[in-house]
């Protein structure tokens, strides 16, 4: 069973980096047609797609986020990571990692899920 655990920090000063990694177990994020995806939740907006990074590696980020986000992974650990840069308070939010073996649509169907993590964006 394809589990996901997000990590990171909680408390992000505005204008640093936001970063956080999903912890992938139970399945390789390099199996093919799979694709893991940052999603944010707060009040104001609901559920916001981030972006992907597919199994070959290849990146697309929502237009929302274009500018501003890095979707990275590291094989070797099965772990992706996202940074989310020039942060703002508008930027609080639950972060979820989550993955999806339906194939490549952006954002695609999720069906695995992290249990989200709080990020708050505060001096």
């Known amino acids: 069973q394809v589990q996901l655990q997000e990590s990171g920090p909680g408390l992000v000063k505005p204008s640093q980096t936001l970063s956080l990694t999903c912890t992938v177990s139970?399945?390789?994020?390099?199996?093919?047609?799979?694709?893991w995806s940052w999603i944010r939740q707060s009040p104001g907006k609901g559920l916001e797609w981030m972006g992907i990074?597919?199994?070959?590696?290849?990146?697309f980020y929502s237009p929302s986020f274009k500018n501003r986000t890095s979707i990275s992974r590291d094989t070797s650990k099965n772990q992706f990571s996202l940074q989310l840069s020039s942060v703002t308070p508008e930027d609080t939010a639950v972060y979820y990692c989550?993955?999806?073996?339906?194939?490549?649509?952006?954002?695609?169907?999720?069906?695995?899920w992290g249990q989200g993590t709080q990020v708050t964006v505060s001096s």
């Open positions: 139970g399945g390789s994020i390099t199996t093919t047609y799979y694709s």
């Open positions: 990074i597919a199994y070959d590696g290849s990146n």
């Open positions: 989550a993955g999806s073996y339906r194939g490549l649509y952006y954002p695609p169907p999720q069906d695995y």
